[in-house]
Structures are given as structure tokens and as C-alpha cells.
């Protein structure tokens, strides 16, 4: 079992950056693929963007170019970092971990609100 914690959310102006954490509770994370999925309010879960145990990054579309993934495996960490928010990225986000070859073993956080407005 892990556990993932997301934090750094809270409210941000339109243009403005903020920086999400996804913090796991096991060194085992390294055999997981970690992603960052969000949810706006009346809208379902989307996928944000993921980042291979290898290091290899996808993002959404709506997010490209201005959104980063990084993972820090010695810290146990995802990183999301947001560039130029727009009031259409207010969501709450969450962390999601998939095993790299255990089908079904995964894990998602609790979820951290993101709040983009002027």
C-alpha cells in the first residue's frame, strides 16, 4: 500500500504560477508511472500530465507549453509546475500512481484544490 499526498494548491491569479507536489509514502514508488489528473467543478477527471519511472513525459493538450511534470524519486515526489493558469484550470487536482507491470496496482491522492481567479 502508498500513500500519495498531494500539496501546494490554493488560489492563483489568471497568468500566474503555482507548483503541486505529490509526495509518496514508500521507496517503492520508483516502479510506478506517476500522473496528475484534474476535475473542474460539473466536469469530469481529466489527464494533465504523466511522467514515466524512465522519465518520459505526456501531457494534455490544454496544458502543453505551459505546464511541466518533473519526479524526484530520491524525495519520493511528482512535481506539477503551472505557467500562465488560466480561470479554465481551476480544478482539483490529484496524483495517481500505476505499477510499471503489476495490472491494477495503483494508488491516487486525496486531491488539492486549484483555484484561478482575478
Known amino acids: 500500500q502508498i500513500q500519495l499526498v498531494e500539496s501546494g494548491g490554493g488560489s492563483v491569479q489568471p497568468g500566474g504560477s503555482l507548483r503541486l507536489s505529490c509526495t509518496a509514502s514508500?521507496?517503492?514508488?520508483?516502479?510506478?508511472?506517476m500522473l496528475w489528473y484534474r476535475q473542474p467543478p460539473g466536469k469530469k477527471r481529466e489527464m494533465v500530465a504523466g511522467i514515466t519511472r524512465g522519465g518520459t513525459t505526456d501531457y494534455g493538450d490544454s496544458v502543453k507549453d505551459r505546464f511541466t511534470v518533473l519526479r524526484d524519486n530520491a524525495k519520493r515526489t511528482m512535481y506539477l509546475e503551472m505557467h500562465t493558469v488560466l480561470p479554465e484550470d481551476t480544478a482539483i487536482y490529484y496524483c495517481k500512481a500505476t505499477h510499471v507491470s503489476i495490472y491494477g496496482r495503483e494508488y491516487w491522492g486525496q486531491g488539492t484544490q486549484v483555484t484561478v481567479s482575478s
Open positions: 514508500s521507496d517503492t514508488i520508483r516502479n510506478y508511472d
